[in-house]
């Protein structure tokens, strides 16, 4: 199994440019998560989803937008990127019954 | 809202000694409590968690201790090692959404040889 798997690790965008980070999970988890995590500030929840078809909003929505694709694959759409969104952004997932989330690798994401 | 303040944000001990990084919690009805270990660039594993029907856990150099009454909790890692050296981040389950985790500010953990 591969765990959570997260694409691309590395990105760099201008302002006012728009982006998809991509989440796929195959351990077969109802829940999904995105994070982002910034210096001294831990983890903060941006979005979220509790199964497939249903989305909710975290801490941190505003600028961004999900998808979850189908169970697998939970998607984060920037659709205007801005220097405040430069960040670390982790996508997680958890199996219904559990209350451990699993976290992908991460996505470094700069904006200028 | 709800919070979790985690303290101190940076701690450095010799190798051997005992660490220990405290969380303060503010919901009362969170009932399970996460601590997490992210090495540079990589991201966090779960290393231990407790559940408010439990006081204390411990696995091998690990412990957490639980105070729901005062609404904190500590990790403690007793005989540190070089390996040890990472960010820590505590969480409490958000009770007032789907299984939504709260995390501290995370606790640097330099280990000296």
């Known amino acids: 199994n591969a765990g959570v798997t997260q694409t691309p690790k590395f990105q760099v965008l201008k302002t006012g440019q728009s982006m998809t980070l991509q989440c796929a999970q195959d351990m077969n988890h109802n829940s999904m998560y995105w994070y982002r995590q910034d210096p001294g500030m831990g983890l903060r929840l941006i979005y979220y989803?509790?199964?497939?078809?249903?989305?909710d909003k975290g801490e941190v929505p505003n600028g961004y937008n999900v998808s979850r694709l189908n169970k697998r694959e939970f998607s984060l759409r920037l659709e205007s990127a801005a220097p405040s969104q430069t960040s670390v952004y982790f996508c997680a997932s958890r199996s219904q019954g559990a209350n451990e989330q699993y976290f992908g690798p991460g996505t470094r994401l700069t904006v200028t | 809202g709800e919070n979790v303040e985690q303290h101190p944000s940076t701690l450095s001990v010799q190798e051997g000694d005992s660490a220990v990084i405290k969380c303060t919690y503010s919901d009362s009805a969170s009932n399970y409590f996460p601590w997490y270990k992210q090495e540079l660039g990589k991201r966090p594993q779960l290393i231990i968690d407790?559940?408010?029907?439990?006081g204390e856990k411990k696995d091998q150099r690990i412990a957490v201790t639980l105070n729901k009454t005062a609404k904190h909790f500590s990790l403690h890692i007793t005989e540190t090692q070089p390996e040890d050296s990472a960010v820590y981040f505590c969480a409490a389950h958000y009770s007032g959404g789907y299984n939504k985790l709260i995390f501290g500010a995370g606790t640097r953990l330099a280990v000296h040889p």
């Open positions: 407790i559940r408010s029907n439990v």
């Open positions: 989803s509790a199964s497939e078809g249903t989305t």
